[in-house]
């Protein structure tokens, strides 16, 4: 604020100070001029007071430019209808209308130039009984064209300096918001993985409670391997949380979203690189299969495990999703299908992996804890962020199945992208062994 008042400031006395500048030259050069010129009036109050009254209306130039040229047209026109003589007299008219061209209308102030031409060269001069010559009639006519010119000139410069800073403000603008998408995108994907982690830790933790409460007494050694499930589960769990913590307050990536550059896709640059991990246990991987098993296995689930085509290594995106819909399709088996065995099936091809989780019929019912869950919806989102597919439901054979594609290289990298309105409206039918 301060440096706009400032430049304003220094607007005001530049304008006042060329309005003095012009007022010595008119009068100056307009007595010099009157009194080598034969035929004519001498300047009188009137003369000086129009000599004047175009400088004085300059320093309004800025904030009232069409009046201003109105002011110094008038009295340009009055001062040569009275035949004072030719002066500078017109200076103070040059300015103004120069200032009223570049950043007012041009029907309100080219049409001015016409008015000057017709009422103090030609042809009204010639009526009222002055003398007009060749060199003024077409020399001024020349000069007038130049005039308008010179001020078409600067206003087309202004309009591409005014277009330049437009684009560049756009610009300013789409970046910051391509930020900001960035940075909510982020938050969202560490807002899915804080979901997953503790949904799958609460649900193996809510599950191996009530079987130790429920064994308690017929079967201590059974609740005490419950009890240490629950302790090994809330452990691995608060360590992942912490990791998420950790990676949101110093604002890295828990997984990375760019997808490996390709050079013979195109020949754009690659993608920059993304930011570093948090420092701690990274998110869960198709390589870290057998271990993600071995927190379910130890709830008592039979898991087995079939791999079909050339494991591969995936993009990292990927490689956690697929890691992720494993998880969550064995923490539903857990919970809705006790005593049940699972079996999980990788197929890899060039362009995609295929993951498949069956779970037989449970040979128990399950125990009710009154908690909801989004887990194949979640699962679904997954996904259908990266260009992929996930459909949930009964086997003919009794029992249920999970099973989705995901490309070999995601469609997009936006790993915390909202689902679309197809997702949306998309229901999670029954859990895992309903």
């Known amino acids: 604020m301060g440096t706009s008042a400032k430049w304003e400031r220094g607007s005001v006395v530049q ?34 007071l129009l000599l004047l009254a175009g400088p004085i209306a300059l320093g309004f130039r800025r904030v009232l430019p069409e009046p201003v040229l109105l ?6 026109v009055t001062y040569a209808l009275r ?19 570049v950043t007012g209308s041009r029907w309100h ?14 042809p009204l001069p010639a009526l009222l009984g002055q003398h007009s010559d060749a ?43 391509q930020q900001a998408r960035a940075a909510s995108e982020e938050r969202l994907a560490i807002a899915r993985e804080l979901h997953d982690v503790l949904a799958h830790s609460l649900s193996l933790i809510n599950v191996q409670s009530s079987v130790a409460l429920e064994l308690f007494d017929r079967k201590p050694q059974q609740a005490a391997a419950a009890l240490a499930t629950i302790k090994t589960t809330s452990k691995e769990a608060l360590a992942e949380v912490h990791t998420l913590l950790h990676a949101i307050r110093s604002g890295a990536a828990v997984v990375p979203e760019y997808p490996e550059h390709d050079g013979n896709a195109d020949d754009s640059p690659p993608p920059p690189p993304p930011p570093r991990p948090a420092p701690r246990a990274p998110a869960p991987t198709l390589d870290d299969l057998d271990t993600l098993l071995e927190r379910t296995r130890a709830t008592g689930l039979d898991v087995d495990t079939k791999i079909i085509g050339t494991p591969k290594k995936l993009p990292s995106v990927i490689d956690v999703a697929a890691a992720r819909i494993v998880q969550e399709s064995l923490t539903n088996v857990v919970r809705h299908a006790p005593g049940a065995s699972a079996l999980i099936t990788l197929r890899y091809t060039p362009e995609s992996v295929d993951i498949t989780v069956d779970n037989t019929r449970p040979t128990s019912s399950a125990v009710r804890t009154g908690i909801g869950g989004n887990g194949i919806i979640g699962m679904r989102e997954r996904a259908h962020a990266l260009g992929g597919a996930l459909t949930a439901g ?15 290289r995601p469609a997009t990298s936006a790993t915390g992208a909202r689902p679309g309105p197809a997702d949306s409206r998309a229901t999670s039918g029954k859990e895992a062994g309903a």
Request: no cysteine; proline share 4%; net charge positive.
């Open 15 to 48: 304008d006042w100070g060329l309005a003095v500048v012009v007022a010595v030259i008119q009068l100056a050069g307009s007595s010099g001029a009157n009194s080598h010129q034969t035929g004519v009036r001498s300047l009188d109050a009137l003369a000086y």
């Open 71 to 76: 002011v110094a047209l008038v009295a340009a």
């Open 83 to 101: 035949d004072y003589g030719y002066g500078p007299i017109f200076l103070s008219l040059v300015i103004a209308f120069l200032s009223a061209a």
């Open 109 to 122: 102030t080219y049409p001015v130039v016409a008015i000057g031409y017709l009422t103090m060269v030609w």
């Open 135 to 177: 060199w003024q009639i077409f020399g001024l006519l020349a000069w007038m064209g130049v005039l308008v010119a010179i001020a078409e000139g600067v206003r087309q410069r202004r309009a591409v300096v005014l277009a330049r800073k437009q684009r560049a403000e756009a610009a300013q603008r789409d970046e910051q918001a």
């Open 394 to 408: 009964p086997r003919p054979s009794g029992g249920f199945r999970v099973a989705a594609r995901l490309p070999a």
